[in-house]
């Protein structure tokens, strides 16, 4: 049947119902004219399809858990990406699940972001493209991806409701920018808005992001849907082209909708644009949705790949003396809990229930390498035991080779909460320094999501990063350490030496109402490389037991038009002892810039393997988005005439390689910020960005930020927030301490610990439309009244809307 067709038979009602979803994982059926459920789960280093039962973060159906995107985007491979989409949609297939929600591909700002280890870069180029050959790997097996989050949410405090104040220039280059390679790379089924505002207008509401710039700059074909619980005003965000919620408000929402149509608020023409948008959704992967369960997954295999993608994802920091790799046959001992208990993924809605986990012990224990054991500290808390600390030192005192495992745990990062500083654990680095006083040969294998800083980094023999592995973690650290396997993965975020190197990091976090991008463009490398701060670890950096040469730079022109395209070639030359994969960096600065630019950007990459003694040419093609800013002026992506210097090299602050390009362009004009916001042309001077400066950049001034007061709570105050009344006192506190009950029976402490904070994040209006219709809006606006030191009003309105309630029709019977 034909959308037109199909749309014309709906009811005004079953239009509404199918804009949001009929449960938690599934969009709206309408059975009497035979239109399925989608199903959608969560992603996306693997599939967590929830099993049956109550509560949230509800454990999945065993599956693949492969590398999170932290690791993968250390790879830089796309191929590797591809390849691992394809795996994960194979498992959909056997699962019966049509749509999974991801790749997440938000901006590392600063490494203090407690969910860092579910995206890939600091840096747009690498993030989009490996974003769009996972999509891509998806995709090809009729499984549908959901891009997200859309857009500016780099941190987890106040998540739901915090505003990201960010300049125009910021937005485009830096924070849209992967989401628009991905988009017109890949071509995802769905994006999924943030939570928050950006400048102030709710994403899931804001018709400059959802509509200008998604679909008609970059010609988005797919649906937008909200994340879970983000919609703030149902009419405006489907007026915006927001087209399916999720999940189900029982209703609610759907009521909404048919009111404002009816009364003239809302045009029809955007709910039947939202309606058309998912029906084509629906039938497309009802295709997948017939074919569920028809094959069998080869979860070997998919082991395999992910035991590929953990070595290739972990990176070589430091290998003093060819240190690495180990002999299996010489003493071996082996300290740190997390040995034994691997961390292998981060916490939250991505956490899958892997297949078959296996920890670095078992892995020796299984090839028959021998070894000695120490726990040398515990994984709660600071984890310091002075009496684990001594025991393990007496084990590695023997012993020729010693190996530490150490790391963050899961109560140091996490969706629902950001971290605080880049600390390890105090029993961590405390154990990692009595060993070093033992032995200059240390071997450290740190599991982390993030950057962390390493105190005892000078007297450490060798760092292995291995990021987190994944279920075949264990394998994959056995066989770079042992050298089955040569290390090529780089660092696809900074290191910086201490927290307050990080620029950004100084308006980080912020609130109540909103978080400045004061940085503007100068996000990761981008700053630390314009302002010569000194790093622990470069972007692009890695080792590898081989070593590699860059020679014979070419450039097809070295003058050329703004439209034309620019060859540039190499030669990689494979000069050490073993095989080995090398990633080829190039990176472009604008020499002649009148608008500030950062010292360098990355522009193109490839991971290249070779045979020792292999030489191969490298290509890359430079378009001109390559030398494209985004002018603010005139709306669009300018060149300006002038030279770009090329560099190519293994990491951004090594680059053997260069040369230069004149291009001539069309004149571009533009603000020049040089009198009223100077800081940002002159970065190695200032070590903060003034409030007035930003301002000038964005063209406005920052409303004042209060905290909450009795009195002024309203729907988007959060549950935190409540604590301002006596009455939000009692509720908040409630709230906190029943919060962790909606987890399934046995849930660790540090999973009771994120949802108590995604709990107190949480909105007020999140108690009516995330409740499935079980708490009326006119009810939780009596709550609201209490809270505001209305008392006896405000439970008369709560208490009469629960009496009179008349509950909108069910979602089940759509079905």
């Given at each position: 049947m034909e959308i037109e067709q199909l749309l014309a038979k709906l009811t005004l009602e079953e239009k509404a119902a199918l804009c949001s979803g009929v449960s938690s994982w599934e969009s709206t059926p309408i059975s009497r004219l035979s239109l399925p459920a989608i199903t959608m789960a969560d992603g996306p280093h693997g599939l967590r399809k929830e099993k049956e039962g109550t509560g949230l973060f509800r454990e999945g159906h065993p599956a693949t858990c492969f590398p999170p995107a932290v690791t993968l985007g250390a790879t830089w491979n796309r191929r590797l990406l591809a390849e691992i989409g394809r795996a994960i949609a194979e498992e959909c297939l056997e699962q019966g699940v049509q749509l999974l929600l991801g790749p997440g591909i938000n901006i590392k700002r600063t490494p203090l972001c407690g969910r860092n280890f579910e995206y890939f870069s600091e840096d747009p180029r690498l993030t989009g493209e490996l974003a769009a050959a996972f999509i891509q790997g998806v995709q090809e097996k009729g499984i549908g991806t959901s891009l997200k989050h859309y857009a500016v949410n780099s941190q987890e405090h106040r998540r739901l409701t915090i505003s990201s104040e960010i300049d125009e220039r910021a937005l485009r280059e830096i924070y849209l920018r992967a989401f628009e390679i991905a988009v017109k790379k890949a071509r995802p089924a769905t994006i999924m808005c943030s939570y928050n505002p950006v400048n102030g207008i709710y994403a899931g509401e804001n018709e400059k992001l959802l509509r200008d710039i998604l679909r008609e700059e970059w010609g988005f074909e797919g649906i937008v849907i909200s994340d879970w619980g983000a919609v703030n005003d149902r009419v405006k965000g489907l007026r915006a082209g927001l087209d399916l919620e999720m999940p189900t408000s029982g209703g609610i929402h759907d009521q909404q909708i048919v009111k404002a149509v009816q009364s003239g608020e809302l045009d029809v023409k955007y709910l039947d644009e939202a309606v058309a948008g998912v029906l084509r959704f629906v039938f497309k992967y009802n295709v997948a949705k017939n074919k569920a369960g028809t094959g069998r997954t080869d979860y070997e295999k998919h082991h395999a790949l992910a035991r590929r993608a953990a070595a290739e994802g972990a990176v070589l920091l430091k290998n003093r003396e060819q240190l690495l790799p180990l002999n299996p046959e010489a003493g071996l001992a082996v300290i740190g809990r997390l040995a034994k208990e691997p961390r292998y993924q981060g916490s939250g809605s991505s956490r899958v229930n892997p297949q078959k986990l296996v920890s670095f012990c078992e892995h020796l224990e299984t090839t028959g390498i021998a070894y000695s054991y120490a726990p040398g500290y515990a994984l709660e808390g600071d984890g310091f035991s002075p009496g684990e600390i001594a025991a393990a030192v007496e084990t590695a005192r023997s012993k020729e080779q010693i190996v530490v495992f150490a790391g963050l745990t899961d109560e140091d990062e996490s969706e629902g909460f950001d971290r605080t500083h880049l600390e390890m654990p105090r029993g961590h680095n405390e154990l990692i320094t009595a060993l070093t006083g033992v032995s200059d040969n240390v071997v450290i294998v740190l599991s982390c999501g993030a950057p962390v800083e390493m105190p005892w980094l000078d007297r450490a023999g060798a760092v292995?990063?291995?990021?987190?592995?994944?279920?075949?973690?264990?394998?994959?650290?056995?066989?770079?350490?042992?050298?089955?396997?040569?290390?090529?993965?780089?660092?696809?975020?900074?290191?910086?030496?201490?927290?307050?190197d990080c620029l950004a990091a100084k308006y980080f976090g912020m609130g109540p109402t909103s978080v400045h991008y004061r940085e503007s463009i100068f996000v990761g490398y981008r700053y630390y490389d314009s302002a010569a701060k000194e790093v622990l670890f470069p972007f692009?950096?890695?080792?590898?037991?081989?070593?590699?040469?860059?020679?014979?730079?070419?450039?097809?022109?070295?003058?050329?038009?703004?439209?034309?395209?620019?060859?540039?070639?190499?030669?990689?030359?494979?000069?050490?002892?073993?095989?080995?994969?090398?990633?080829?960096?190039?990176?472009?600065?604008?020499?002649?810039?009148?608008?500030?630019?950062?010292?360098?950007?990355?522009?193109?990459?490839?991971?290249?393997?070779?045979?020792?003694?292999?030489?191969?040419?490298?290509?890359?093609?430079?378009?001109?988005?390559?030398?494209?800013?985004?002018?603010?002026?005139?709306?669009?992506?300018?060149?300006?005439?002038?030279?770009?210097?090329?560099?190519?090299?293994?990491?951004?602050?090594?680059?053997?390689?260069?040369?230069?390009?004149?291009?001539?362009?069309?004149p571009t004009g533009g603000p020049d910020y040089r009198e009223k916001a100077p800081v940002y042309y002159a970065l190695p001077e200032t070590a903060e960005i003034p409030l007035e400066q930003f301002e000038a950049l964005m063209g406005r001034k920052m409303a004042p930020q209060f905290p909450p007061e009795k009195g002024t709570l309203h729907l988007n105050s959060t549950i935190d927030d409540l604590g301002v009344s006596p009455c939000g006192r009692l509720f908040r506190r409630a709230v906190s301490r029943l919060a962790p009950a909606i987890l399934p029976k046995g849930a660790r402490e540090f999973e009771k610990k994120m949802v108590r904070m995604v709990a107190l994040s949480m909105p007020v209006r999140n108690l009516y439309s995330m409740s499935a219709g079980a708490i009326t809006d006119e009810a939780v606006r009596g709550l609201l009244d209490a809270f505001n030191g209305k008392i006896a009003r405000g439970l008369c309105r709560f208490l009469k809307a629960l009496l009179s309630k008349k509950p909108p029709k069910k979602r089940e019977t759509y079905r």
């Amino acid at each position: 049947m034909e959308i037109e067709q199909l749309l014309a038979k709906l009811t005004l009602e079953e239009k509404a119902a199918l804009c949001s979803g009929v449960s938690s994982w599934e969009s709206t059926p309408i059975s009497r004219l035979s239109l399925p459920a989608i199903t959608m789960a969560d992603g996306p280093h693997g599939l967590r399809k929830e099993k049956e039962g109550t509560g949230l973060f509800r454990e999945g159906h065993p599956a693949t858990c492969f590398p999170p995107a932290v690791t993968l985007g250390a790879t830089w491979n796309r191929r590797l990406l591809a390849e691992i989409g394809r795996a994960i949609a194979e498992e959909c297939l056997e699962q019966g699940v049509q749509l999974l929600l991801g790749p997440g591909i938000n901006i590392k700002r600063t490494p203090l972001c407690g969910r860092n280890f579910e995206y890939f870069s600091e840096d747009p180029r690498l993030t989009g493209e490996l974003a769009a050959a996972f999509i891509q790997g998806v995709q090809e097996k009729g499984i549908g991806t959901s891009l997200k989050h859309y857009a500016v949410n780099s941190q987890e405090h106040r998540r739901l409701t915090i505003s990201s104040e960010i300049d125009e220039r910021a937005l485009r280059e830096i924070y849209l920018r992967a989401f628009e390679i991905a988009v017109k790379k890949a071509r995802p089924a769905t994006i999924m808005c943030s939570y928050n505002p950006v400048n102030g207008i709710y994403a899931g509401e804001n018709e400059k992001l959802l509509r200008d710039i998604l679909r008609e700059e970059w010609g988005f074909e797919g649906i937008v849907i909200s994340d879970w619980g983000a919609v703030n005003d149902r009419v405006k965000g489907l007026r915006a082209g927001l087209d399916l919620e999720m999940p189900t408000s029982g209703g609610i929402h759907d009521q909404q909708i048919v009111k404002a149509v009816q009364s003239g608020e809302l045009d029809v023409k955007y709910l039947d644009e939202a309606v058309a948008g998912v029906l084509r959704f629906v039938f497309k992967y009802n295709v997948a949705k017939n074919k569920a369960g028809t094959g069998r997954t080869d979860y070997e295999k998919h082991h395999a790949l992910a035991r590929r993608a953990a070595a290739e994802g972990a990176v070589l920091l430091k290998n003093r003396e060819q240190l690495l790799p180990l002999n299996p046959e010489a003493g071996l001992a082996v300290i740190g809990r997390l040995a034994k208990e691997p961390r292998y993924q981060g916490s939250g809605s991505s956490r899958v229930n892997p297949q078959k986990l296996v920890s670095f012990c078992e892995h020796l224990e299984t090839t028959g390498i021998a070894y000695s054991y120490a726990p040398g500290y515990a994984l709660e808390g600071d984890g310091f035991s002075p009496g684990e600390i001594a025991a393990a030192v007496e084990t590695a005192r023997s012993k020729e080779q010693i190996v530490v495992f150490a790391g963050l745990t899961d109560e140091d990062e996490s969706e629902g909460f950001d971290r605080t500083h880049l600390e390890m654990p105090r029993g961590h680095n405390e154990l990692i320094t009595a060993l070093t006083g033992v032995s200059d040969n240390v071997v450290i294998v740190l599991s982390c999501g993030a950057p962390v800083e390493m105190p005892w980094l000078d007297r450490a023999g060798a760092v292995l990063n291995l990021y987190l592995g994944g279920e075949a973690a264990g394998e994959a650290a056995g066989d770079l350490i042992f050298g089955r396997v040569n290390p090529s993965g780089k660092l696809a975020e900074t290191f910086p030496r201490r927290l307050e190197d990080c620029l950004a990091a100084k308006y980080f976090g912020m609130g109540p109402t909103s978080v400045h991008y004061r940085e503007s463009i100068f996000v990761g490398y981008r700053y630390y490389d314009s302002a010569a701060k000194e790093v622990l670890f470069p972007f692009g950096f890695g080792l590898s037991y081989t070593t590699f040469a860059y020679s014979n730079l070419k450039l097809s022109a070295e003058n050329m038009g703004e439209n034309d395209t620019l060859t540039v070639s190499f030669k990689l030359t494979n000069t050490g002892h073993h095989s080995g994969a090398e990633v080829a960096q190039l990176y472009l600065h604008d020499l002649e810039a009148t608008h500030f630019v950062p010292e360098k950007e990355l522009q193109a990459f490839e991971k290249v393997f070779l045979e020792k003694g292999e030489s191969k040419t490298v290509t890359f093609q430079l378009t001109r988005e390559a030398f494209a800013f985004y002018s603010v002026p005139a709306g669009e992506w300018r060149v300006e005439s002038g030279e770009f210097e090329i560099a190519v090299g293994p990491s951004s602050r090594e680059m053997p390689l260069r040369a230069v390009v004149r291009i001539k362009a069309a004149p571009t004009g533009g603000p020049d910020y040089r009198e009223k916001a100077p800081v940002y042309y002159a970065l190695p001077e200032t070590a903060e960005i003034p409030l007035e400066q930003f301002e000038a950049l964005m063209g406005r001034k920052m409303a004042p930020q209060f905290p909450p007061e009795k009195g002024t709570l309203h729907l988007n105050s959060t549950i935190d927030d409540l604590g301002v009344s006596p009455c939000g006192r009692l509720f908040r506190r409630a709230v906190s301490r029943l919060a962790p009950a909606i987890l399934p029976k046995g849930a660790r402490e540090f999973e009771k610990k994120m949802v108590r904070m995604v709990a107190l994040s949480m909105p007020v209006r999140n108690l009516y439309s995330m409740s499935a219709g079980a708490i009326t809006d006119e009810a939780v606006r009596g709550l609201l009244d209490a809270f505001n030191g209305k008392i006896a009003r405000g439970l008369c309105r709560f208490l009469k809307a629960l009496l009179s309630k008349k509950p909108p029709k069910k979602r089940e019977t759509y079905r």
